[in-house]
């Protein structure tokens, strides 16, 4: 069978691509934003809270934060990936010498080759986005750009590129896949002569079909490639071993099962840092708050300190349970002693018991409370906060 491989129809489809992917970005992008938010966020937020707070705290136009990297990179990443999919799809047409790809597995593979083609443009492109995206500062691609290649180089830049691949591969082979597959149900069911016989909206829902489809398959791996570009943005993660990712990466996940409320549920001015400490770096700047503050030196993901955090946090932020006036502030510092940065910190501190709570004043350890009953860590804690302040 002839297969056409000329210029024209190769300028063609990159073409057709970079119009598809700068669409999608113009449509997409505040709904991603509030995506990459939620997938970021250590408080448990909802989509609902997500979008209030962005505009009261940012305004509307933070909706397209980060637009400008992903509105020609993901234009260049859709021309790639419907440039590998289409060549795939014509060497193998070419090799095999049929009409057309079977479903599974030539059409998968072919959408897996695009997926591989377009991740190393989508994974510092998605990474710029994501950055933006995750922080509450209005900061310019110029700037996000420096401060990766001042800290990290080139490896920076492509940080999470190993998942990335693994999140395209799958994602894209879904798609493909079951994008031809609803074509080919479309033909048949409305009894079309071929694929040009279908119309517009049909070819639109059979795009947002598949777009179900890749999502269902590939979330899960796109949650951990966020963390990965965002959490682990201090750690130079670049191709990360997977038993190293694996153990890293659900250790991040399992420091999260206790969550600080809502800022919408907050009835107090206290501050609750929402991200455990995990070395002197991360609580430098913390500990020259002008309040009182509650280092509370834990072990994420025991069932006893959890309560105790918990506990902390239940009585900081709520009024009817804070004891103290609403006009004396305290601050919370959760310190993460499973690490070897927060057991430098719990020597420093004379900590010998987990947990542990370290009351500070001025930056001077004034009084501990080490809980005797888990069960009244709740009103033991309160008392203590209103005896020792």
């Known amino acids: 069978m002839s297969v056409d491989e000329s210029l024209s129809r190769k300028v063609k489809d990159i073409a057709a691509g970079f119009v598809g992917g700068a669409t999608q ?6 709904f991603d934003l509030v995506k990459i938010r939620l997938q970021t966020s250590p408080s448990g937020a909802t989509s609902t809270s997500i979008v209030r707070l962005v505009l009261q705290k940012e305004g509307p136009l933070a909706f397209y934060k ?7 990179g993901v234009g260049a990443c859709v ?4 440039y590998g999919f289409l060549e795939t799809k014509r060497q193998l047409l ?5 009409l057309e790809l079977l479903l599974w597995p030539q059409t998968y593979l072919a959408g897996a080759a695009a997926g591989l083609v377009n991740s190393p443009v989508t994974a510092p492109v998605e990474q710029l986005r994501i950055l933006s995206q995750a922080s509450t500062k209005s900061t310019s691609l110029q700037e996000t750009v420096r401060a990766i290649w001042r800290q990290q180089g ?6 999470g590129l190993g998942v990335t691949v693994v999140r395209e591969c799958q994602a894209y082979g879904v798609w493909f896949m079951s994008y031809e597959w609803l074509l080919q149900t479309v033909v048949k069911q409305r ?11 049909e070819l639109l829902l059979c795009g947002a079909a598949a777009g179900n489809a890749l999502w269902l398959s590939s979330y899960p791996l796109d949650v951990i490639k966020s963390n990965v570009q965002t959490l682990m943005a201090n750690k130079a993660a670049f191709v990360l071993p997977v038993r190293t990712f694996l153990f890293g990466f659900l250790s991040q ?5 206790i969550y600080p409320p809502n ?24 500990i020259l708050t002008k309040e009182p503050l509650l280092l509370n030196f834990t072990m994420p993901g025991d069932e006893k300190c959890n309560k105790v955090t918990q506990s902390l946090f239940d009585i900081l932020s709520d009024k009817s349970k804070y004891p103290l006036a609403v006009d004396k502030l305290v601050s919370l510092a959760n310190i993460a002693c499973d690490g070897p940065g927060g057991r430098e910190l719990q020597q420093n501190y004379a900590v010998s018991k987990i947990p542990t709570v370290v009351l500070l004043k001025k930056q001077m350890v004034v009084d501990r409370f080490i809980p005797s009953d888990v069960g009244r860590s709740e009103a033991e804690l309160s008392e203590w906060i209103k005896s020792s302040y």
């Open 25 to 30: 970005v113009l449509i997409g992008q505040p």
């Open 66 to 72: 980060g637009t400008l990297a992903p509105l020609f």
């Open 79 to 82: 021309s790639l990936q419907f």
């Open 94 to 98: 070419k090799r095999l010498g049929n």
């Open 154 to 159: 080139t490896r920076g830049l492509y940080r």
């Open 191 to 201: 009894g079309y002569k071929g694929r040009d016989d279908v119309t517009t909206p």
């Open 253 to 257: 996940f399992n420091k999260k099962l």
């Open 263 to 286: 800022p919408d549920q907050i009835t107090t001015k206290n501050r609750l840092f929402p991200t455990y400490i995990e070395n002197s770096t991360e609580l430098g700047n913390i």
